[in-house]
């Protein structure tokens, strides 16, 4: 079935630590999108790729990073430079032209 | 892109009974799009409707988009218990180098049995 995989579904990470999310697609989707969700609240955009090897930051990209090497790949890494990484982090695809999003199931992200 | 604004931002329903929920947004659109989250998982796309159509259906699922006044509504008839989610609309300015969504905070819909 076509759809987008994230892993792990949970995640932690210790102080001064790295820790990089996946997120595959395999819906030969042209653009992904990184964004993260706090409790009760909405859905904040962190990168956006239209293209491989291309990407945007979106409106909270400070201490993330992200590489898109293969258009079904759109990984993210949480830096140690983001001091509130706790989160709930969802990947996205779209194909071309006035198409909807397809998420994936997220990645929980919490410290230890 | 811009945000679309839903309201109310929690609404509590009986079984059977409908649920309207309303999105605002500020700018010319192409599109407009209906998402529903159930907690702890992802969005699930539910609808989209373009900016030269006033009214869509899906189900139980009725959209409206009032371009001159730059909203929309999303109607669920008869609800049932597992309609209970957050629903978030997103309006879609397509074009140039920026084809994204921005998302608002959504409303919660909480359908009791």
């Known amino acids: ?112 | 892109s811009q945000q679309g604004e839903e309201d109310p931002q929690a609404l509590s329903i009986q079984e059977g009974e409908n649920a309207t929920m309303n999105c605002s947004y500020k700018t010319s659109i192409n599109n407009l799009q209906w998402y529903r989250q159930n907690s702890g998982r992802g969005l699930v796309h539910l609808i989209l409707i373009r900016s030269n159509e006033r009214e869509k259906h899906s189900g139980r699922l009725r959209v409206t988009l009032d371009t001159s006044k730059k909203s929309s509504s999303l109607l669920i008839t008869a609800s049932r218990a597992a309609d209970t989610a957050s629903y978030f609309c997103a309006p879609a300015t397509y074009g140039g180098a920026t084809n994204k969504l921005i998302f608002g905070t959504g409303t919660l819909l909480a359908v009791q049995p």
């Open chain 1, 1 to 112: 079935d076509g759809g987008i995989t994230q892993s792990p579904k949970y995640l932690f990470r210790k102080e001064g630590q790295n820790v990089t999310l996946s997120c595959e697609q395999n819906l030969n989707h042209d653009a992904m999108y990184w964004y993260r969700q706090d409790p009760g609240q909405g859905l904040r955009l962190i990168y956006y790729s239209q293209i491989v090897n291309d990407f945007q930051k979106g409106d909270i990209a400070e201490g993330y990073s992200v590489s898109r090497e293969k258009k079904e790949s759109f990984p993210l890494t949480v830096t140690s430079a983001q001091k509130n990484p706790t989160a709930f982090y969802l990947c996205a695809s779209m194909g071309m032209g006035n198409q909807p999003q397809h998420f994936g199931d997220g990645t929980r992200l919490s410290i230890l």
